[in-house]
């Protein structure tokens, strides 16, 4: 099972081996073993409760592994399953606050604002936006620290067309910088432009990623194991 | 290390602004207090209890319940949309976390007691004038002494269940030097009497305030999940 | 850890333990009814003190032994030593029910009223207060390395209150009879009095120890069982 697809250079940003993780003693993640590279872009996909949030979240730092071990390169990003915002702050205030909690000059937050399409709502209270704003903010403030390795999960989720297509070509820049991404979704069709190498998670267990194919592939895998399994 | 001091202000910051904004919680522990006070006041056998004998009890239970109220708000906002963990993504240490936290629950707290005293003094009819300072100095150390305490059994408590009960619950043995202690100063100096009389007291305030904002700061890690 | 079956001969070996050491109690309370000579000021009541004064000596270790073993598992992260810091607390629970039990008892007798809100009960009783919290926030949780994690933290705050509980006592004027025992100048007990205290003593302790592990051999047979639940090997 190769993980390494064949035009993928760069330096490798997170190097995962054998990693497991339990909650009391039910086995949430089983030998788990990925590596992300500078430009790389791999989409986790897998049913629900097949442990892709867990596995971002220890891809993160938020958890630690119970068993393999885990080397990160460079800073990271997340957009996680929960916004991670301040609902009574503004827009604005909630990048500000986190840019200067990271010792980052708060004059990104406009950028980003403006990146994500939220520039005009910058005074509103989190609390007041919709799904969609909600999740484009997450995704600004996960750029604040202008990070190497990016993990979004179910990025598109809440999002409308135009906030979908925004997202990828936010995802395509970052990729053409050298950002190293992994996304965990379960609509293979937002990510397939974007030719990524694909893993499929059930049970625990991680299948791939398998390098770049187009979408009927993927999908046929996916039927394979997760109604095989 | 001012890289600690400035996260934690900023963390700080960003908590009183949010309590501004709204000012509910603050307001509603004050308002919370004004009728403690009050009904400790008329409720008791005024022929048999002078109010000064009572004031000084009063004031702490009235404090504590108040303290109370805020400590349980501590990690509401982090816990409604997640924040917590960009907060910890973002690299600041966990005592710079706790710091902070510590720092808006005690300006939250002093707030009500700013407002408290004062009306403390009013409805008890308190000799207070010549004797305000050391009282204020009695104040600021017991309010140290259960905030920082009730901070870190407030972050643990936001991620169980039942967790407006369990605070109470686990605070409460914790209050009990600090307060006993505060009850006997205050008497002391509503009695008219010089501080140094309550040296025992005082010492004990200041050796708990020592020992439970030093112990709090390192165990704070360990209350974040891993 | 243990297997199932050493979990099971060790719990069956403790309870004998704990039978012999209630044996033991039966018999210090013949000992201090019929053989130990009646204290003057206070009358018979005065020998509830051979089993009030030993129950307080092994509630203060159960919960500093609880403290201790709380700094060991944040250290070293052994589960272990967070079930044992468990059992130890449950132990510590049930002496402090004693405590508050024949208290109040030896109070009416000699004080005349069943409860004083004078400061050592009052601070037994806190001290029971923060280990029953203890014991009921380890029922909220599920998740065996949080619920690990949360009781250490509450255990070490507990320990290091301690001393600062008693410390309230000593500055608040109090009727509580004044240590005699363990006073600075030493003991002042008569030779008889002395010897069916320490003899409480011993037992007392055994009959903790005891009692901690059999408590430590069954949580370890429930955790077996909820492997074998989730097919850990």
């Not at chain 1, 980052?104 to 004059?107: L, S």
């Not at chain 1, 005074?123 to 936006?129: L, Q």
């Given at each position: 099972m190769s993980d390494q697809s064949p035009g993928s250079p760069g330096p490798t940003l997170l190097d995962v081996e054998g990693v497991s993780r339990r909650f009391g003693y039910h086995t949430?993640?089983?030998?788990v073993t990925l590596r992300i590279s500078s430009g790389d872009v791999v989409v986790l996909l897998g049913p629900n409760g097949a442990g892709k949030s867990t596995l971002l979240r220890v891809l993160a730092g938020l958890l630690r592994p119970h068993g393999g071990r885990i080397r990160r390169e460079g800073t990271l990003g997340l957009v996680g399953h929960?916004?991670?915002?301040?609902?009574?702050?503004t827009a604005r205030e909630n990048l500000q606050f986190f840019s200067r909690l990271q010792g980052?000059?708060?004059?990104r937050a406009d950028a980003l604002l403006d990146a994500v399409g939220l520039v005009g709502a910058g005074?509103?209270?989190?609390?007041?936006?919709s799904q969609g704003m909600i999740k484009r903010l997450a995704i600004a403030r996960a750029l604040l620290n202008d990070p190497d390795l990016l993990l979004l999960d179910?990025?598109?989720?809440?999002?409308?067309d135009h906030g979908v297509d925004v997202l990828r070509g936010v995802i395509e820049q970052r990729r053409d910088t050298g950002t190293g991404v992994v996304v965990v979704t379960h609509v293979f069709g937002h990510v397939a432009s974007l030719h990524p190498r694909t893993g499929i998670l059930v049970g625990g267990a991680l299948h791939g990623p398998d390098p770049g194919e187009n979408a009927d592939a993927v999908r046929a895998r996916y039927r394979d194991l997760v109604l095989h399994e | 290390m001012s890289d600690l001091v400035s996260a934690a202000l900023t963390i700080a910051a960003k908590d009183i602004r949010i309590e501004w904004r709204t000012r509910t919680a603050v307001i509603s522990a004050l308002v919370f207090a004004i009728l403690v006070l009050s009904i400790l006041y008329v409720a008791r056998d005024a022929t048999a209890v002078p109010a000064l004998a009572l004031a000084p009890s009063a004031l702490w239970v009235t404090f504590s319940f108040a303290a109370m109220i805020g400590l349980n708000r501590a990690f509401l906002t982090e816990n409604e949309l997640g924040a917590m963990d960009a907060i910890r993504l973002s690299g600041v240490s966990p005592s710079a976390l706790f710091l902070g936290k510590f720092g808006s629950n005690l300006a939250f707290v002093g707030a009500v007691e700013g407002f408290g005293i004062p009306i403390f003094v009013l409805f008890y009819d308190v000799p207070i004038g010549v004797h305000l300072p050391a009282l204020l100095l009695v104040t600021v150390m017991t309010t140290v002494a259960f905030v920082s305490v009730g901070t870190l059994l407030s972050a643990m408590v936001?991620?169980?269940?039942f967790a407006e009960v369990m605070l109470p619950v686990l605070l409460l043995p914790f209050l009990i030097p600090p307060v006993v202690a505060a009850v006997h100063l205050t008497a002391v100096l509503l009695g008219g009497r010089p501080l140094s009389a309550g040296l025992g007291w005082l010492k004990l305030l200041a050796a708990f305030d020592v020992a439970f904002v030093t112990l709090s700061t390192l165990l704070f890690e360990a209350t974040l999940s891993e | 850890m243990m297997t199932r079956a050493e979990a099971l001969r060790l719990a069956s070996r403790a309870t004998v333990v704990v039978a012999i050491c209630v044996v033991g109690v039966a018999a210090i309370f013949v000992r201090a009814l019929v053989f130990t000579p009646i204290e003057?000021?206070?009358?018979?009541?005065?020998?509830i003190f051979y089993v009030h004064v030993p129950s307080a000596w092994v509630a203060l270790m159960a919960f500093s032994i609880t403290g201790l073993l709380s700094i060991g598992y944040l250290w070293l992260k052994d589960r272990r030593l967070d079930t044992a810091a468990a059992a130890s607390a449950e132990v510590g629970v049930v002496f402090s029910v004693i405590l508050l039990i024949t208290g109040p008892i030896w109070g009416k007798a000699v004080?005349?009223?069943?409860?004083?809100?004078?400061?050592r009960l009052t601070s037994t009783l806190f001290l029971f207060l923060l280990f029953v919290g203890y014991l009921l926030l380890r029922g909220t949780i599920i998740d065996h390395d949080m619920r690990a994690r949360f009781s250490a933290v509450i255990g070490i705050l507990g320990m290091v209150l301690v001393p600062f509980i008693h410390m309230t006592v000593y500055l608040f004027r109090t009727?509580?009879?004044?240590?005699?025992?363990?006073k600075p100048s030493g003991p002042t007990l008569p030779g008889s009095m002395l010897i069916t205290l320490l003899s409480s003593f011993g037992v007392f302790t055994v009959l903790y120890l005891a009692m901690v592990t059999a408590r430590y051999a069954l949580a370890t047979l429930e955790d077996l069982k909820e492997r074998e639940l989730h097919h850990v090997a």
């Open positions: 949430v993640l089983h030998d929960r916004p991670m915002l301040y609902g009574a702050l980052i000059n708060g004059g005074d509103s209270r989190v609390r007041t936006f179910e990025p598109f989720s809440g999002l409308d | 936001v991620q169980t269940r | 003057r000021a206070q009358g018979p009541a005065q020998k004080w005349g009223t069943w409860w004083q809100w004078e400061a009727i509580h009879p004044q240590p005699v025992v363990l």
